[in-house]
């Protein structure tokens, strides 16, 4: 590396670290009153870190998402993202750190709290019942419905009907309504668990890969339906796809091998040397 070279990228690096840090600082939620973090930020993680076996998969020095703001996660397979979305979740316990949400701290709550807490997670493999209709995916996912005991469904209500028919419509799958889920296609799946997701009206939505195996067109419409969704919800979305994710046009944070690498605009991380070096390069 040239001498000139190097220069422009601590200038490119410095240029990232201290701009995202920055947003945050003022709102450390182990540094200020509840009231303060929490009247900007609905999630908010403080050097959260996990290991297994002695191999760090996560280690998060501060990350907030915004009420009603559209987030996006990138990186290179193993970078941890799936692994913020279980420590976040409940799912996994961490090693270290905080996670708060919604003016509290949720760290080493169970799965189950959290999701009743409002934190909702489309798996990047979408889990939907394929011995239940579209519809009745739908009524499974009703808040209130997730302690679905004796195999019998709370009967829904005239409005959570209507909400079901209206998001089928808006995901385009009205009529395959009353078709069995094991009869849509792979990118109508991810439609439908995404729908479940919205269903049952989480204060945050974390979506997992949601455009993994799709076709372009359906691609393009799953980013449709996330910027639809981030009109009137809060998310975080992990993907892989670059075109998908400029057509998010969202604040994208990059993790690679566990950390933080950097984070703004797409723009900005396709001029930042580091991200490009370890993951938009190759
Ligand atoms: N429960 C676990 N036990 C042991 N290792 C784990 C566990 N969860 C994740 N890991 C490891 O942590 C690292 C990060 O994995 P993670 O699934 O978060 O990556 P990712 O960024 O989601 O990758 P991909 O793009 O392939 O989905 C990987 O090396 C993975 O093997
Ligand atoms: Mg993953």
Redesign the pocket.
Known sequence: MTQAMQEEQSVLVDEVGPSYLEQYREYLPSQVNREVWSSRFVLFVENLSVS?DG?K??DMPHYGVRHGELRVII??????????C?LVSGK?RPSAGQVYFDSKEITNMDESEIALRGIGRKF?TPTVFDSLTTYENLLLALPGNQAWKNNLFRSETQKESVAIDAILEKVSLAEHRDKLAKSLSHGQRQWLAISALVIAKPKLLLVD?PAAGLTDSETEKTAELLLELAKEHTLVVIE?DMEFVRRLDSTVTV?NE?KVLAEGSMAEMERNEEVVEAYLGR
């Open positions: 297994f191999f998969a996560l990186g290179p397979n193993g970078a941890g993202k799936t692994t913020f279980d996994t990047q890969e892989h993790l566990g």
